[in-house]
């Protein structure tokens, strides 16, 4: 079992910045990769960006030079820096887990709120 706790939404205008984390606890030996999703309102969840174990990242390509996904091993934390926020990144931004061997991320967290206003 692997917990996932977001933090760091909220309202900021366009062309802002903020700093999601995502705190991972529980069997976090078993993870293989992390990533950052969002879903907007009436959208599909979407990939935003994700980080492997040995550090391989991929990035959609609307936040690629604008968002940065990083880790921090020893605080078991996930972060998600965004800049030059623009109104069509509001949504709701959720951490995920993979586990070795499996497809997909099958661990989430509850989700923190993204407002981006123009």
């Known amino acids: 079992q692997v917990e996932l706790v977001e933090s760091g939404g909220g309202l900021v205008q366009a062309g802002g910045s903020l700093r999601l984390s995502c705190a991972a606890s529980g069997n976090i030996f078993t993870i293989d990769a992390m990533g950052w999703y969002r879903q907007a309102p009436g959208m599909q969840r979407e990939l935003v960006a994700s980080v492997t174990r040995v550090g391989i990242t991929t990035y959609a390509d609307s936040v690629k030079n604008r968002f940065t996904i990083s880790r921090d091993n020893a605080n078991r934390t996930l972060y998600l820096q965004m800049n030059s926020l623009k109104p069509e990144d509001t949504a709701v931004y959720y951490c995920?887990?993979?586990?070795?061997?499996?497809?997909?991320?099958?661990?989430w967290g509850k989700g923190t709120l993204v407002t981006v206003s123009s």
């Open positions: 995920g887990s993979r586990r070795k061997g499996r497809a997909g991320m099958d661990y």
